[in-house]
T-cell receptor, first 110, second 115 residues
């Protein structure tokens, strides 16, 4: 029962271009959504979040968009930098429950 | 010192061994979690402790046994594991459970290989 899905296991973009990572969820009870970033040999670190009462949250080069009707969220990184190369996990949260996607490996080429 | 520390970082064990993973958090949080990350799979929640009380056991086999002696320390005791239990085990903490607006703070993980 995978309630949070990241259908693209990997994504490769050129430095300076936009990276768009996608995430879909099935449980309408989720009302808070997060993106985590994970480098090799490190634990995931929190990147950006959005509440279900919003449809967009921006923090520097990172913007998360939420489409509740489609149960879809996306993370935009612009401009992409080589240091952004990592695995990105989408997470969806309800009371006492947080579910993660399988992750998308982003590679930003110089 | 990092917020959430896990030891050992790497562990290789046979199926008949008994070992333990340790997690310590220095953030003053009251909730601690064990997650399992297998290759190309979502992070799987295993156990949740809130104020030292176990609040979640996500249908985890009994060969995994958690222990939370205080809000800062969390252990995962391992015995008679199977090769398919090989994975990255991540510990996380948060201020408390019951609120869904908080991020989790993860440790670096313990990479377990069962031979």
């Amino acid at each position: 029962d995978q309630q949070v899905k990241q259908n693209s296991p990997s994504l490769s973009v050129q430095e300076g271009r936009i990276s768009i990572l996608n995430c879909d969820y099935t449980n309408s009870m989720f009302d808070y959504f997060l993106w985590y970033k994970k480098y090799p040999a490190e634990g995931p670190t929190f990147l950006i979040s959005i509440s279900s009462i919003k449809d967009k949250n921006e923090d520097g080069r990172f913007t998360v968009f939420l489409n509740k009707s489609a149960k879809h969220l996306s993370l935009h990184i612009v401009p992409s930098q080589p240091g952004d190369s990592a695995v990105y996990f989408c997470a969806a949260s309800a009371i006492n429950d947080m579910r993660f996607g399988a992750g998308t490996r982003l590679t930003v080429k110089p | 010192e990092t917020g959430v520390t896990q030891t050992p970082r790497h562990l290789v064990m046979g199926m008949t061994n008994k070992k333990s993973l340790k997690c310590e958090q220095h953030l003053g949080h009251n909730a601690m979690y064990w997650y399992k990350q297998s290759a190309k799979k979502p992070l799987e929640l295993m156990f949740v402790y809130n104020f030292k009380e176990q609040t979640e056991n996500n249908s985890v086999p009994s060969r995994f046994s958690p222990e939370c002696p205080n809000s800062s320390h969390l252990f995962l005791h391992l015995h008679t594991l199977q090769p398919e239990d090989s994975a990255l085990y991540l510990c996380a903490s948060s201020p408390s459970t019951g609120a869904n607006t908080g991020e989790l703070f993860f440790g670096e993980g313990s990479r377990l290989t069962v031979l």
